[in-house]
């Protein structure tokens, strides 16, 4: 079965992902962040991006692109569905913290910030392969605060 098989190769790469950001959303002290929602992204984000230094990882980023463009898959239904639990639980931090959105609009932003997350780390990617990448934290906070003014933005 094909869609079995995918999900394996996903799941097997995202488990050591998760795990690492599991790890980073535990250490971080979100009250006395200057910019917790930045902080709480790039913990996020930190795991996938530092994986595209290795061959393995950039094909990794790619093939995450390729399965959140497939409609099979709805990527946030899949993380959730397998256990991760450290995009629900960011998700949960964010939302306590951007309560000026109606919980439809963050919960329709997450879903696309994940997708655009994926692109971000799938073209960190290409950049270290054509060795014009921006050091790694610096790529990572950059991302961050991308995803971080999309999320909070105003309603107009």
């Known amino acids: 079965n094909l869609e079995a098989l995918i999900k394996e190769v996903f ?8 795990q690492s950001r599991l790890a980073r959303i535990a250490q971080l002290d979100v009250q006395a962040a200057a910019h917790p929602v930045v902080e709480l992204l790039t ?4 795991p996938l991006f530092e994986a ?5 990882g950039r094909l990794y980023a790619r093939f995450c692109v390729q399965l959140a463009a497939d409609p099979r898959f709805e990527m946030q ?4 569905d397998l256990g991760m639990t450290s995009i629900p639980s960011l ?10 959105l109606p919980d439809h ?7 696309q910030a994940l997708s ?15 060795k014009t990448a921006d050091p790694v934290a610096q790529a990572i906070r950059e991302a961050a605060v991308t995803l971080a003014g999309y999320l909070s933005a105003e309603r107009v």
């Not at 609009?105 to 879903?111: A, G, I, S, W």
């Open 116 to 130: 655009i997350s994926l692109m971000q780390s799938s073209q960190f990617a290409e950049r270290v392969e054509a």
């Open 11 to 18: 799941t097997q790469r995202y488990n050591q992902i998760e």
């Open 77 to 80: 239904d899949l993380i959730e």
């Open 105 to 111: 609009v963050l919960q329709m932003r997450f879903r």
């Open 91 to 100: 998700r949960t931090q964010i939302a306590a913290i951007l309560t000026h």
């Open 52 to 56: 595209c230094l290795e061959e393995d």
């Open 43 to 46: 913990a996020g984000l930190g």
